[in-house]
């Protein structure tokens, strides 16, 4: 009994001086988390202002290019776009035929090389 009460006693006496450092790293590492968050927000909004400023010279500088261009360079663009259209609207519709006709080997559950694993015993 003698043994228990002095090792309660030593711990009941040791317990403020782990407490009190205890506390004051808890105290600490919050702070140092709470400042972290505060910078990390701000800078957050810092790059959506810069991208934001980017994005608008980034177009200040396409209208101005699009202003002083020559007729020729103008046309050139427009035409190589047109293509580029031209070409994706081609690719679109032979994707949409593919997919809606009936004898399409992958739609019919065939393996798309001329043979069906159906039919294969």
Same mark, same amino acid.
């Given at each position: 009994m003698? %043994?228990?009460?002095?090792?309660?006693?030593s711990a009941a006496a040791l317990a403020p001086l782990v407490a009190v450092p205890l506390a004051?790293?808890?105290?600490?590492?919050?702070?140092?988390?709470?400042h972290q968050v505060v910078r990390h927000a701000e800078l957050v909004r810092?790059?959506?202002?810069?991208e934001?400023?980017?994005?608008?010279?980034?177009?200040?500088?396409?209208?101005?290019?699009?202003?002083?261009t020559t007729k020729e360079e103008w046309l050139r663009e427009c035409m190589f776009a047109r293509g580029r259209g031209e070409r994706l609207?081609?690719?679109?519709?032979?994707?949409?035929?593919?997919?809606e006709a009936p004898q399409c080997p992958a739609?019919? %559950? %065939?393996? %798309?090389?001329?043979?069906?694993?159906?039919?294969v015993r």
């Open positions: 003698i %043994g228990w009460s002095w090792e309660f006693g004051a790293i808890t105290f600490y590492l919050r702070s140092l988390h709470e810092r790059f959506e202002l810069l934001s400023v980017t994005s608008a010279i980034r177009n200040s500088t396409a209208a101005f290019e699009r202003d002083y609207a081609e690719i679109v519709a032979r994707l949409q035929a593919r997919v739609a019919q %559950g %065939g393996s %798309g090389d001329g043979t069906d694993r159906r039919d």
